[in-house]
């Protein structure tokens, strides 16, 4: 079924993404056959093709070149890249100013994606389009889960038809392409039960979508009954609570596999070995920027640039991801960047120290306390200042277990941030979800100019943020 499908159903079907799909695929399977150094020289190669096609083409990125005395051409592994780092702040507002003005180009494919910032859509062009969908089916493989395999996605605003330009055909999509249209919209018990029932109809082999939204599926299935586990589950965001893991696992009975997205595509997943996440570097080179200690190690912001787009080349993107990385090469020896863990998107993160040299994230662990709880159904924290937490909750039912429960998270939390925190709490009637579905760690505005942490963060420059584009051969070895 997945040859058949590679080579005849979705370049058929969908021609723009998938046409020349079995090429690409061996495209990518060859890079990956290469040793380590002849990677490294095949990747340096598209990362000096698409600097000098920025330098031709966009002039925001042949100003900073220039401004650096820095040609392209005279960029060898390791160095340096003379382009300040962009936060997606700065994406937002310079999205026009990076496009390219080469002609040939014009005919700009435009793919919605989840971005994580308020406008959606990212620009391919038509090659870049194929390739970024070859890599993506090509991680997919990892898993298990090949083309024509029956696939089902809980993440519902991913599905929404504004995000699918190349659905044109339901019953094409239903029947040949094996996708199963799930419901879109907020995680509430009404999605959940509309996914429940298209589930345990439809059967599908994959089972996709959000950490925090498959841990909700899975802790509703678990309550009201399932006759039928995926073979393979997929958590489309890497930002995962150990335990939400072990839940997701225990309820589906499958191991799951974590992919890694950029917002303008996959650039990462687990292998088999689920030793951590490879970043692909057929599609990215990626640098791994200071960002202090945590717990589980010293943390890295992680900045990319991706080598597949050419009608808006993205240089030195900043993810606003802060990730722990592996200390030695995965046993399946792939020789590719490997993130340990992503602690958490930086916006969820709680800076410690006033020299911004400690960080810990809470991630999803608050609001799975949550789901046993009687009184507190919902919470958010907002760090209003270095050693210093405001606690938000909603109640559903009144009682005494509402102090109770309350002290239970400020316990918690104490005791991941390893020192004593100043709290104060406040009773809402409602904490709205973001269309992803997640609860987000909040700083009110200004904090980021005072926190030490947040200052460290934003603090690269071109000269001395850049890492190599693979783990460095200390970590290889």
């Given at each position: 079924?997945?040859?058949f499908?590679?080579?005849?159903?979705?370049?058929?079907?969908?021609?723009?993404?998938?046409s020349?799909?079995?090429?690409?695929?061996r495209?990518?399977?060859?890079?990956?056959?290469?040793?380590?150094?002849r990677?490294?020289a095949?990747?340096h190669e598209?990362?000096?093709?698409?600097l000098?096609h920025?330098?031709?083409?966009v002039?925001?990125?042949?100003?900073?070149?220039?401004?650096?005395?820095?040609?392209?051409?005279?960029?060898?592994?390791?160095?340096?890249?003379?382009?300040?780092?962009?936060?997606?702040?700065?994406?937002?507002?310079?999205?026009?100013?990076?496009?390219t003005?080469?002609?040939?180009?014009?005919?700009?494919?435009?793919a919605?994606?989840?971005?994580?910032?308020?406008?959606?859509?990212?620009?391919?062009?038509?090659?870049?389009?194929?390739?970024?969908?070859a890599?993506?089916?090509?991680?997919?493989?990892?898993?298990?889960?090949?083309?024509?395999?029956?696939?089902?996605?809980?993440?519902?605003?991913?599905?929404?038809?504004?995000n699918r330009?190349?659905?044109k055909?339901?019953?094409?999509?239903?029947?040949?392409?094996?996708?199963?249209?799930?419901?879109?919209?907020?995680?509430?018990?009404?999605?959940?039960e509309?996914?429940?029932?298209?589930?345990?109809?439809?059967?599908?082999?994959?089972?996709?979508?959000?950490?925090?939204?498959?841990?909700?599926?899975?802790?509703?299935?678990?309550?009201?009954?399932?006759?039928?586990?995926?073979?393979?589950?997929?958590a489309?965001a890497?930002?995962?609570?150990?335990?939400d893991?072990?839940?997701?696992?225990?309820v589906?009975?499958?191991?799951?596999?974590v992919?890694?997205?950029?917002?303008?595509?996959?650039i990462g997943a687990?292998?088999?070995?689920?030793?951590?996440?490879?970043?692909?570097?057929?599609?990215?080179?990626?640098?791994?920027?200071?960002?202090?200690?945590?717990?589980?190690?010293?943390?890295?912001r992680?900045?990319?640039?991706d080598?597949?787009?050419?009608?808006?080349?993205?240089?030195?993107?900043?993810t606003?991801?802060?990730?722990t990385?592996?200390?030695q090469?995965?046993?399946?020896?792939?020789?590719?960047?490997?993130?340990?863990?992503?602690?958490?998107?930086?916006?969820?993160?709680?800076g410690l120290?006033?020299?911004?040299?400690?960080?810990a994230?809470?991630?999803?662990?608050?609001?799975?306390?949550?789901?046993n709880?009687?009184?507190i159904?919902?919470?958010?924290?907002?760090?209003?200042?270095?050693r210093?937490l405001h606690?938000?909750?909603?109640?559903?039912?009144?009682?005494?277990?509402?102090?109770?429960?309350?002290?239970?998270?400020?316990?918690?939390?104490d005791?991941?941030?390893?020192?004593?925190?100043?709290?104060?709490?406040?009773r809402v009637?409602?904490?709205?979800?973001?269309?992803?579905?997640k609860?987000?760690?909040?700083?009110?505005?200004?904090?980021?100019?005072?926190?030490?942490?947040?200052?460290?963060?934003?603090a690269?420059t071109?000269e001395?943020?850049?890492?190599?584009?693979f783990?460095?051969?200390?970590?290889?070895?």
């Amino acid at each position: 079924m997945g040859i058949f499908h590679t080579h005849v159903v979705l370049p058929l079907i969908e021609p723009g993404p998938y046409s020349g799909l079995a090429s690409w695929l061996r495209t990518i399977r060859k890079f990956e056959a290469l040793s380590a150094s002849r990677q490294r020289a095949a990747q340096h190669e598209s990362l000096q093709k698409l600097l000098a096609h920025a330098y031709a083409t966009v002039p925001f990125y042949r100003s900073q070149f220039d401004d650096a005395g820095v040609h392209p051409s005279s960029i060898r592994p390791g160095d340096p890249i003379p382009v300040t780092v962009m936060a997606p702040g700065m994406l937002r507002e310079r999205f026009r100013a990076i496009h390219t003005a080469a002609p040939k180009l014009g005919d700009l494919k435009i793919a919605a994606r989840e971005t994580g910032i308020p406008f959606n859509p990212t620009a391919d062009d038509l090659p870049g389009l194929r390739h970024r969908t070859a890599l993506n089916i090509h991680l997919n493989e990892w898993a298990g889960f090949k083309p024509g395999h029956s696939v089902m996605t809980i993440a519902g605003p991913l599905l929404d038809e504004r995000n699918r330009p190349y659905r044109k055909l339901r019953v094409l999509e239903d029947l040949l392409m094996r996708r199963v249209p799930g419901p879109s919209g907020p995680v509430t018990d009404e999605m959940l039960e509309r996914s429940r029932v298209l589930f345990e109809k439809r059967r599908p082999r994959v089972l996709c979508g959000h950490p925090s939204a498959l841990a909700a599926f899975a802790a509703y299935l678990a309550a009201h009954g399932m006759h039928h586990r995926p073979e393979v589950v997929i958590a489309t965001a890497p930002a995962l609570d150990g335990d939400d893991r072990i839940f997701i696992e225990s309820v589906f009975r499958s191991r799951l596999y974590v992919h890694y997205g950029a917002g303008f595509g996959t650039i990462g997943a687990e292998c088999s070995e689920h030793e951590g996440v490879h970043l692909h570097p057929w599609g990215t080179h990626v640098e791994f920027e200071p960002a202090g200690d945590t717990p589980d190690g010293p943390a890295y912001r992680l900045i990319v640039t991706d080598l597949l787009n050419y009608a808006q080349p993205l240089i030195r993107y900043d993810t606003g991801d802060v990730v722990t990385l592996a200390e030695q090469m995965c046993t399946c020896g792939k020789n590719f960047p490997m993130v340990r863990k992503v602690l958490a998107p930086a916006e969820n993160g709680i800076g410690l120290g006033d020299s911004g040299s400690d960080y810990a994230t809470i991630g999803t662990r608050v609001t799975r306390m949550c789901q046993n709880f009687r009184a507190i159904s919902r919470v958010q924290v907002v760090q209003k200042a270095n050693r210093y937490l405001h606690l938000r909750y909603v109640v559903k039912e009144n009682g005494p277990e509402e102090s109770r429960e309350i002290q239970t998270i400020c316990n918690e939390i104490d005791a991941l941030l390893r020192r004593p925190i100043r709290w104060t709490m406040e009773r809402v009637n409602d904490i709205p979800r973001e269309i992803s579905s997640k609860l987000r760690v909040r700083g009110p505005d200004g904090f980021a100019e005072r926190s030490g942490f947040e200052s460290v963060r934003h603090a690269s420059t071109p000269e001395s943020s850049n890492s190599p584009a693979f783990p460095p051969e200390v970590r290889a070895s």
